[in-house]
């Protein structure tokens, strides 16, 4: 176990066992990451998105400094000298991600969010290769081309025909482009010394919530700003813990353990699990290309897996 971990966690054995399993972490992190699909729909007359986006990571960083005290403060001297990129990291990866995600929210079905995140491991593959020059196999740009299939149908609400006339919903484009900015994160984990610390992570959560102000600021000048319900703060309450704490140290260490490529291809796994949320929990219905999306992507998952799997066996 890393002593980030530790510091967060002494002395139980369980977590040394989850912090080096990278499947397990990934499968939780998609689980948390889905939670977040439905939260931000139902954030919707709850808190307002910016107040959500900012204070998600104010609660964040006051937990780090309850719980990790002794990990900040012998590991924050080390961002001096690195404070541009993990700014650039923290605000692209976190805030305009965020940003995006909860006024998608309000724009857009869970079910559709969730499915749309299905595009950040195209994503993610191609600035690999771009980038990096990591081989793409046969079998697993067919299954991202699967994938995206299903991202198409989502995106379309099963009118391909209107794909010809580019008339999508705005809550799609915006959650298409989070996807973006998301992607460009995992990329630049790639190789970071200390990517998976906390105190590495405490540093993305301040340029986050730094961040995040002046978007706040803007919300509050256009008079858009919700004080939270209950639901509202418990809504909060949740996407600090879980997607945000949780699921993104999580997601860090698997990219640490199995590189960017691999991690985030489990992504698709967040639009299977948000479905199954937003209807189990919210009440949405589930229709038709809903079923055939989710098909598509879960198709391209186990393609692409199975290529993997058989170039590791051959040792590729």
């Known amino acids: 176990m890393s002593r980030n971990m530790q510091a967060v966690h002494p002395g139980q054995t369980w977590w040394r066992a989850l912090y080096d399993r990278p499947y397990l972490l ?21 808190i307002s998105p910016m107040t959500l986006t900012a204070g998600r990571w104010l609660l964040v960083l006051a937990l780090l400094g309850v719980f990790a005290r002794e990990e900040l403060r ?25 940003a995006l995600f909860y006024v998608a929210g309000h724009l857009t079905s869970a079910i559709n969010i ?32 699967v994938t995206l299939a299903g991202v198409v149908t989502a995106a379309s609400h099963g009118d391909l025909r209107s794909l010809a006339r580019l008339r999508f ?34 540093g993305l959560a301040a340029a986050a919530f730094v961040t995040s102000l002046p978007l706040l600021a803007g919300e509050m000048a256009l008079r858009q700003t919700q004080v939270p319900t209950l639901s509202g703060l418990a809504i909060l309450v949740y996407v600090a813990l879980a997607p945000s704490l949780f699921g993104q140290l999580f997601f860090m260490r698997a990219v640490e353990l199995l590189g960017a490529a691999r991690a985030g291809l489990f992504i698709n796994l967040t639009p299977v699990f948000g479905a199954l949320l937003a209807v189990l929990l919210i009440g949405e219905p589930f229709r038709p290309h809903h079923a055939l999306a989710l098909v598509l992507v879960v ?18």
């Open 26 to 46: 990934l499968v939780l992190t998609t689980l948390t990451w889905a939670g977040n699909s439905v939260a931000s729909r139902a954030a919707v007359g709850q």
């Open 299 to 316: 198709a391209g998952i186990l393609l692409a897996e199975t290529a993997v799997r058989r170039a590791q066996r051959n040792g590729a």
């Open 169 to 202: 919903n705005p809550g799609d484009l915006m959650m298409l482009a989070a996807c973006v900015l998301y992607s460009g994160y995992t990329l630049a984990l790639r190789g970071r010394e200390g990517a998976s610390k906390v105190w590495f992570f405490a």
């Open 74 to 98: 012998t590991g924050l001297p080390r961002l001096r000298g690195r404070w541009l990129p993990v700014a650039l990291m923290g605000a692209c990866g976190f805030t305009l991600f965020n």
């Open 114 to 145: 969730s499915i749309l995140q299905g595009s950040a491991p195209i994503l993610v593959m191609a600035g690999a290769l771009i980038l990096h020059r990591t081989p793409i196999r046969a079998g697993q740009a067919a299954g991202f081309m």
